[in-house]
């Protein structure tokens, strides 16, 4: 079953590639046939000013590719606005590779897309043909099948069990269809080798600014959390077992009234200070896992909260501290700002990553200028060199999907 299960889901997962695929590829195709139009006007000599709109619209939509496979799988950065130009833009490397993109995937990405689409659909006329066949004259043949006449239950069972051989097929090819969908993404949007590097570099050296702001903006909670709290609350035990010293003598039933007023700010700062201790790294992680801290989590929260937790191996302590203080950052905005009635929360691992979705029924219209903690989130998942996606139209729903790196 559980083979089944992941099968299942592997399939799924790839008709949802298949359709955004067949998306851009239907995208491309019409930027080739344009990019095809504007050459033959250019062997007119009438064509040249064309030519750099026809280069920034193949940017633009193999940079809809690149941000929908680095969704599914390795980063494909972007490489930024394509050259003023025409000769820098022609030199430009990424420029020569989206011309082959865009002529690989209007052909590949279409047929594959147009496949992985009809198998599915078609397992679903065919397998329900059995229930409906009457109302279909036998002339008129089945779904798929338009030259066979259909005279009875028992040819359309037959077309039933050819729609339950469709959806074999769809569930065992759809992953491959997918894989050869994002093939020339995969093989000509990334940068070229030398390049690569230097953008490498580049986004190591963000992502090493971003983890330096990151510690230190934890540095100045802890120390502000310490010095207005705890700090405060052992001043006051300090006075107050002075001024109990100065009257056990004097006035001994004052001295035990003072005594405790200073236990019970004693207690107050070992509160402040185990809540502290936890937003460095909560406990809870060591004695019940990630899957026993985000379950606390859920069932804590003010909002109805569906957990879906599918990790079967720990990830690192850091890696599941970031994943846990992401979770209770979200569910505390879903709580305070959007108004929701239930809240999804998702965390499963898969190809090297932790995937961290949560999703909200809200109003919408979050973003991270309102100051609602999603920038101290980005910061927090930046600084391990994970991804932030956010999506939340107004309206809604609201979800916020984080990709955090924990190894093979």
Known sequence: MAYLRARFRASVDALEHLVGGLGTALLALGALLWAVVVALICLTGLGRRLVPGVLRMLRSVADRERARLSRWGTPIPPPGPVQEGLREAARDPFVRREVGWVTLHAAIGLLAGLVGLALPLNALQEMTFPLWYRLVAPEDGAPGFVWWRIDGLAEALLVGLLGVASLVAAIGFGPALARVQAWPGRLLLPPPPGIDLSLRVAALTATRAAALDAHALELRRIERSLHDGTQNRLVAVNVLLGAARRAVRRDPDRADEILGQAQDAAEQALGELRTVVRGILPPVLDDRGLAGALAGLAGSCAVPCRL??????????????????????????????????????????????????????????????????LTGIRRRVEAYDGRMTLTSPPGGPTRMHVELPCGS
């Open 308 to 373: 879906t937790v599918d990790v079967a191996v720990r990830c690192a302590a850091s890696v599941e501290a970031t994943a846990y203080f992401v979770v209770a950052e979200a569910l505390t905005n879903v709580v305070r700002h959007s108004g929701a009635n239930e809240v999804d929360v998702a965390v499963r691992r898969a190809q090297g990553l932790l995937l961290v979705t949560v999703e909200d029924d809200g109003r919408g219209g979050a973003a991270e200028a309102h100051g609602s903690g």
